[in-house]
């Protein structure tokens, strides 16, 4: 089993799918707290550069900022006085563990230091009252090492919690600092390995990470249970399957109860700008929509996901400036709704994942194992749409997408995969008319679809799927670049030139499930009608109405609640976006099997 698992280990590394990483020169014991506290998180944080504010952060650092950060002057080891002194922000390091801190504040007294670091929590109840969490007693022992190290006295250390208002004191033991150096020691290996530990297990710790959302802790290891209970039996009864193994697991897990440790929604939303000559602006931390002069919406940045602008829309550059710096990505789309492209800063500098994302795209094995996978989902929740809305679709129409959504998770390359796809699109589109439940005519047109068409969309229903198409691949473009892809490379949308490749990939389950869907929710509601299209040449193009409310209906969607089929939980759609491009960079990391494509029940 061991051997086993260190040749798939290997394949991943030949594969360029573990990267290892420049390592800054000193390890700060900020992040030797976090070792101890989960060494997942601090490979996420100093690794990879990877951080995500909760409550618990921004209440962390609003506390020092209130302290005062400004480095002071302290005296050297040679020039310590025998009174009372302090200092705020001391920066020290030890050459010879390789250690740097920020010391909070150092204490002098009778020749001797005293460093003390402050929490925003509370200490544990001990045997003799309250104590230091072990954590937080590393880091301050850490901080008394770089003292002493630089010639200075240190016979305990301090941690203020101010939850309790509390000074803990904490003696440096030799056997404390023992267990200190050989934590940094680990760290340090575990860093320079460019392998991630594992997740916590069932942790408490979890719930209040802020980057638990990142670290899907319980949905990696419902998995990686799954992969070690599977191979176990299978080499137990196969013993000659070692290289094959990953391939003959169960192409699903089994539903287990999985802890939601995200919010089940975004509190964010996006913000769509629709019009002919508006301008969006800036005043102080609300973005104005103006009419020429007139101001007619105003909404706090704080409060927007991202801006979505249709045709002749401006922003100034100070508007600009301020989403680029609240990392809130600007979307833009044509009058007709055709997805241009976005504009976005700098703020994730995470480029591993890109690095194992390029190395699998030129491996043809995983690009048709993740093309498999999409494609088998997609035309499986096709066939779910057709049965939850269709009740005069044929069985034996069921019965051929049920066959090609099996033929597609064995197809031998991406031709034939495409092949089984477009015979299932045909198999769809030919009974997508039947959910349309509505037979209103006005003017020129009505509902009356009899098959895909597009580029350009030749009547009302085909107009609406290619809005809908437009606004789902810009979400995921967003998302696939927040997540720390590069979404212009895919597996099965192979490149071209300003096509969000990866966008694609990630779209094609969710195709039935989003927008198609909120476009039959538009028309069988009557939030759209017939007199909402104008004719243009052979083209059918929507009025401002339409393009509204068909917006309004895409947000719905998103923001239903789903039972997410593999953890049993209730998200937004908006979130299982996210949830399926992570569990897409945990396959290409090598922490789960395969990549498990999402489909309705």
């Known amino acids: 089993m061991e051997g086993s698992q260190a040749r798939r280990d290997d394949r991943f590394s030949a594969r360029g799918i573990a990267p290892r990483a420049e390592l800054p020169e000193y390890l700060p014991a900020r992040m030797l707290n976090e070792f101890v506290y989960c060494p997942r998180l601090f490979f996420y944080e100093w690794v990879e550069g990877l951080f995500a504010d909760s409550y618990d952060t921004v209440e962390g650092r609003l506390r020092h900022e209130k302290l005062g950060e400004q480095p002071q002057s302290f005296p050297t080891a040679e020039e310590l006085p025998e009174e009372f002194c302090a200092a705020r922000a001391v920066t020290l390091a030890s050459e ?29 109840s ?59 020691q680990e760290a340090w290996r575990i860093a320079q390995s460019g392998r991630i530990p594992p997740p916590l297990d069932d942790s ?50 089994a539903i287990e109860e999985t802890r939601r440790l995200v919010p089940a929604r975004d509190d964010l939303r996006p913000l769509y700008v629709v019009g002919h000559g508006l301008t969006i602006g800036r005043s102080g931390d609300l973005l104005q929509v103006r009419d020429q002069r007139e101001t007619i919406q105003e909404v706090r940045l704080r409060e927007v996901s991202q801006i979505n602008v249709f045709g002749n829309v401006q922003l100034t550059a100070s508007a600009v400036q301020a989403a680029l710096a609240f990392e809130r990505p600007i979307a833009y789309f044509s009058q007709g709704g055709w997805f241009y492209g976005m504009t976005q800063g700098i703020a994730l500098k995470n480029i591993f994942l890109r690095i194992r994302q390029f190395a699998a795209a030129g491996d043809e094995a995983v690009c048709l194992a993740v093309a498999r996978r999409l494609v088998a989902s997609k035309i499986r929740n096709q066939r779910t749409l057709l049965q939850r809305n269709n009740r005069d679709v044929e069985p034996q129409s069921l019965r051929l997408l049920r066959n090609l959504a099996q033929a597609a998770r064995h197809a031998p390359s991406l031709d034939e995969l495409r092949g089984i796809e477009g015979t299932a699109g045909r198999v769809y589109f030919g009974a997508f008319a039947g959910m349309i439940k509505t037979d209103s005519e006005n003017g020129a047109f009505r509902f009356d679809f009899q098959g895909r068409n597009r580029r350009p969309p030749r009547d009302p229903v085909n107009a609406l799927l290619s809005f809908a ?28 030139f300003g096509r969000p490749a990866l966008a694609l990939d ?96």
């Open 96 to 124: 010879r563990h390789r250690l740097i801190a920020k010391i909070d504040l150092v204490e002098v007294s009778g020749g001797a230091v005293k460093p003390v670091d402050y929490k925003k929590g509370a200490p544990r």
């Open 126 to 184: 001990g045997a003799n009252g309250a104590e230091a969490w072990e954590p937080e007693t590393i880091q301050v022992c850490a901080h008394a090492i770089i003292l002493r190290d630089n010639g200075y006295r240190c016979e305990e250390a301090v941690i203020y919690y101010a939850a309790t208002k509390q000074r803990v004191v904490v003696p440096i033991t030799e056997e404390l600092i023992g267990r200190t150096i050989a934590a940094a």
């Open 204 to 253: 408490p710790k979890c719930p209040r990470c802020s980057l638990v959302g990142i670290c899907l802790p319980d949905e990696t290891t419902l998995f990686r249970n799954l992969r070690a209970a599977t191979e176990s039996v299978q080499l137990a009864l196969f013993p000659e399957l070692e290289e094959g193994t990953l391939e003959t697991l169960s192409e699903q897990p």
């Open 469 to 496: 198409y437009a606004l789902l691949v810009k979400d995921l473009t967003v998302m696939a670049a927040a997540v720390g892809f590069e979404p212009y490379l895919g597996f099965y949308h192979q490149p071209r």
């Open 506 to 601: 990630l779209m094609e389950e969710f195709r039935p499930l989003i927008a198609d869907s909120c476009v039959l929710t538009a028309i069988n509601t009557g939030m759209i009608k017939p007199s909402d299209f104008l004719a243009a040449g052979p083209a059918v193009v929507m009025k401002p109405s339409a393009r509204k409310n068909l917006l309004r209906a895409y947000e719905q969607r998103m923001d239903t609640l789903v039972t997410h089929p593999l953890f049993n939980y209730r998200v937004s759609y908006r979130r299982v976006l996210e949830i399926q491009a992570r569990l897409l960079a945990r396959y290409l990391s090598g922490e789960i099997p395969h990549y498990p494509g999402f489909e309705t029940r």
